[in-house]
């Protein structure tokens, strides 16, 4: 049977979003419009995989739910809603955890980089976090996953997921009339203007929602002030701007300032070194600042504008439930015959 190709895709309300979201999903996640029916989920209970305080995540979600909009997802044409309000995500997450493998789970760098030393002390939902993203995208059977690359492995396991439920379920599968496989292999999207944007205060560790300093990023809420005290104050490097890309290899830091440079300003770059090479980071930084400044603006504005009418961005996401539980559901009806589950 061909499947139809869909884009899934989701993003935590853990906090701030930031330049990394914005880059490396978000941009994407526009784009794809265009080409693709497009799910694109407030992923609540991800979030909850660490600590979330229960008067701030209301709002956390609605966040999400407005830069989505704000940046040009069309909640119409698509569909835009936060996860706990269809069921099947986690119903469809319980059957993978029943078969992904232990040995699968303890290789996810995600875990040990979220959970630190304490590991005892991470909650079991921190670890099995990749097979409710697989039930994620596997639970609409979308085809395409628009990700930054830190989000690669736990696809590749999304994969495995979806293939050794096909293999082992195979017999059952042909029985219910639904051919040699009942999951897609979901593909990474990968590559995009930026899929792995740094923190500001050290180039080797990832821009993060979570990074306990406010410094390490640039929010998709902050005013020019604090865009411009931020980029002045990122950590740098005491040589000059390079004329060759590949001298960028050895310095993560001004990698990462000019890789955002090229992302705005959509050239590459070697491109941003022609223009740079040479110049001080005083001088590049500023630049910089401007461009950051002129890109994030109207997106900030808009986003204020929609969370003043939280209603409205309420009955966005109720719709948006409503027409992925539909999908959802019938997923999920298969599932259970599939399994062997008696259903009424
Ligand atoms: P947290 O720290 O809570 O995990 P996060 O910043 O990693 O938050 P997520 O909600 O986990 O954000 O990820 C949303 C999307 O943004 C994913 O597709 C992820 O790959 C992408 N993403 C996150 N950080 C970056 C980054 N620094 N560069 C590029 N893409 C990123
Ligand atoms: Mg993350």
């Known amino acids: 049977m061909a499947l139809k190709q869909l884009v899934f895709s989701g993003v935590q309300p853990t906090g701030n979003l930031h330049l990394g979201n914005y880059l490396g999903a978000i941009v994407k996640f526009v784009e794809l419009q265009k080409s ?14 660490v600590w979330q305080d229960p008067v701030e995540l209301p709002h956390a979600i609605r966040e999400v739910t407005a830069a989505f909009i704000a940046a040009g997802i069309d909640p119409k044409r698509h569909i835009v809603f936060n996860q706990s309000q269809v069921a099947e995500h986690a119903e469809l997450a319980w059957v993978f955890n029943c078969v ?8 996810m760098t995600q875990f040990k980089e979220k959970a630190g030393k304490d590991r005892e002390n991470a909650s079991v939902g921190l670890f099995a976090y990749p097979t409710l993203m697989a039930a994620d995208i596997l639970v609409y059977r979308a085809t395409h996953v628009p990700v930054g690359e830190d989000q690669k492995q736990h696809l590749e396991l999304s994969r495995d997921i979806a293939q050794k439920f096909n293999n082992d379920f195979g017999d059952s599968i042909r029985t219910h009339g639904f051919g040699d496989a009942f999951f897609p292999q979901p593909e990474p999207l990968i590559q995009g203007p930026a899929p792995r944007v740094m ?5 080797t560790k990832k821009m993060s929602k979570s990074d306990p300093s406010d410094q390490s990023r ?3 809420t902050d005013d020019a002030d604090t865009i411009a005290h931020k980029i002045r104050r990122a950590k740098t490097d005491p040589h000059p701007l390079p004329h060759e890309e590949k001298e960028l290899a050895q310095r993560p830091e001004a990698d990462n300032l000019a890789g955002i440079y090229a992302a705005l300003a959509r050239i590459g770059k070697a ?13 590049f930084k500023d630049a910089l600042v401007e461009l950051l400044v002129a890109r994030l603006a109207p997106l900030n504005a808009e986003m204020r504008r929609l969370k003043d009418d939280p ?23 298969a599932v259970k015959d599939i399994v062997g589950f008696v259903r009424r």
Not at 199 to 203: E, I, M
Not at 323 to 333: L, V, Y
């Open 36 to 49: 693709h029916d497009c799910i694109y989920c407030v992923v609540d209970l991800h979030a909850i995989t």
């Open 100 to 107: 992904a493998r232990m040995g699968w789970l303890n290789r």
């Open 199 to 203: 923190s500001l205060r050290d180039g």
């Open 218 to 220: 640039i929010n998709l």
């Open 271 to 283: 491109d941003v070194l022609k223009q740079f090479g040479g110049a001080q980071f005083s001088t």
């Open 311 to 333: 209603a409205h961005i309420d009955s966005v996401l109720a719709d948006g439930a409503a027409r992925a539980q539909k999908i959802a559901g019938e997923t999920m009806k």
